[in-house]
Nanobody, 122 residues
Framework: QVQLVESGGGSVQAGGSLRLSCEISGYSSSTGCMGWFREAPGKEREGVAHIYRYGSTGYYDDSVKGRFTISVDNAKSTVYLQMNSLKPEDTAMYYC???????????????WGQGTQVTVSS
């Protein structure tokens, strides 16, 4: 059974940085792609970034492109989301998710973490 555990959320001022971590435990062929999603109050969950575990290219939503970086450390079974130049509109619960292939559709992802809250104040 695959488990995903996020950490690293918190409260920062606009312009600040945070690094989210997602530790992957358990083996499954359904963890070939790792994604980060976020859900703000009153809004639908949206894809932020995703990456193939054995690739190096990250894919980003336009709203975070140039500010966020997704990376994978397979030795540590951990996926990271480095978030720089944070804006108040980045405030949301951030979720790590795993799937056998990368997609922007949240319904395609098989495994999910419990989420970590990011709050950005102006």
């Amino acid at each position: 059974q695959v488990q995903l555990v996020e950490s690293g959320g918190g409260s920062v001022q606009a312009g600040g940085s945070l690094r989210l971590s997602c530790e992957i435990s358990g083996y499954s062929s359904s963890t070939g792609c790792m994604g980060w999603f976020r859900e703000a109050p009153g809004k639908e969950r949206e894809g932020v970034a995703h990456i193939y575990r054995y690739g190096s290219t990250g894919y980003y939503d336009d709203s975070v492109k140039g500010r966020f970086t997704i990376s994978v450390d397979n030795a540590k079974s951990t996926v990271y989301l480095q978030m720089n130049s944070l804006k108040p509109e980045d405030t949301a619960m951030y979720y790590c998710a795993a799937n056998s292939y990368c997609t922007w559709r949240q319904e395609d992802y098989r495994y999910w973490g419990q989420g970590t809250q990011v709050t950005v104040s102006s």
